[in-house]
């Protein structure tokens, strides 16, 4: 009797051992095939104060907060913020919006690099984002792209959020870095 206890303890352990490192490895391999994320900004972008409107940054220029009033009649905001790539890599970059308050009041609102590059980033008609991401966009070594804001009109009174990532990919797509952006229509 003690012979086929110690054998099934013996068979119980090694069964044990088998499956943890068979599990082991599954979990492994998942993560290592998911796609790298980080929000620190290792690309050496950065995001910095453009020349219209209000902005509040973070310590590491890594997430902003930008401020314009929206008026009844449409307005444009050419250079609310630049993105500043700071060495000789190129990058691609776009904006994309993943979440927003209160912008049923906004009667239009247009986001895009302001370079004359076709196509806007995000945009809004009616109150409803009918293009919540932009084209990939080539932020050329040690260049700056300005972000605008285009025809913004408010049909009433109140504070409006798009709440926005800036992604920024290097050449072979991975790892890829996202700043936070929120744009804030007064």
């Given at each position: 009797m003690k012979g086929g206890y110690w054998s099934a303890t013996v068979l119980a352990i090694t069964?044990?051992?088998?499956?943890?490192?068979?599990?082991?490895?599954?979990?492994?391999?998942?993560?290592?095939?998911?796609?790298?994320?980080?929000?620190?900004s290792p690309t050496n972008v950065i995001l910095q104060p453009g020349t219209q409107g209000t902005e509040?940054?973070?310590?590491?220029?890594?997430?902003?907060?930008?401020?314009?009033?929206?008026?009844?009649?449409?307005?444009?905001y050419d250079y609310v913020l630049k993105v500043v790539n700071q060495v000789e890599s190129n990058w691609?970059?776009?904006?994309?919006?993943?979440?927003?308050?209160?912008?049923?009041?906004?009667?239009?609102?247009?986001?895009?690099?302001?370079?004359?590059?076709?196509?806007?980033q995000i945009q809004i008609a009616g109150g409803v984002i009918t293009q919540s991401t932009g084209p990939q966009y080539d932020l050329l070594g040690f260049s700056t792209a300005y972000i605008s804001i285009d025809d913004l009109q408010a049909s009433s009174n109140g504070t409006s959020y798009v709440y926005v990532y800036l992604t920024i990919l290097p050449s072979n797509m991975s790892p890829f870095t996202v700043?936070?952006?929120?744009?804030?229509?007064?």
């Amino acid at each position: 009797m003690k012979g086929g206890y110690w054998s099934a303890t013996v068979l119980a352990i090694t069964l044990f051992v088998i499956v943890v490192t068979l599990v082991n490895g599954s979990i492994q391999n998942t993560y290592s095939s998911q796609t790298s994320f980080s929000v620190a900004s290792p690309t050496n972008v950065i995001l910095q104060p453009g020349t219209q409107g209000t902005e509040t940054f973070s310590m590491n220029n890594t997430n902003a907060q930008v401020v314009t009033p929206a008026p009844s009649i449409p307005d444009t905001y050419d250079y609310v913020l630049k993105v500043v790539n700071q060495v000789e890599s190129n990058w691609t970059v776009y904006l994309s919006v993943y979440d927003s308050s209160n912008i049923g009041r906004l009667s239009n609102c247009a986001v895009s690099f302001h370079d004359g590059s076709p196509g806007n980033q995000i945009q809004i008609a009616g109150g409803v984002i009918t293009q919540s991401t932009g084209p990939q966009y080539d932020l050329l070594g040690f260049s700056t792209a300005y972000i605008s804001i285009d025809d913004l009109q408010a049909s009433s009174n109140g504070t409006s959020y798009v709440y926005v990532y800036l992604t920024i990919l290097p050449s072979n797509m991975s790892p890829f870095t996202v700043l936070h952006i929120t744009f804030q229509m007064t």
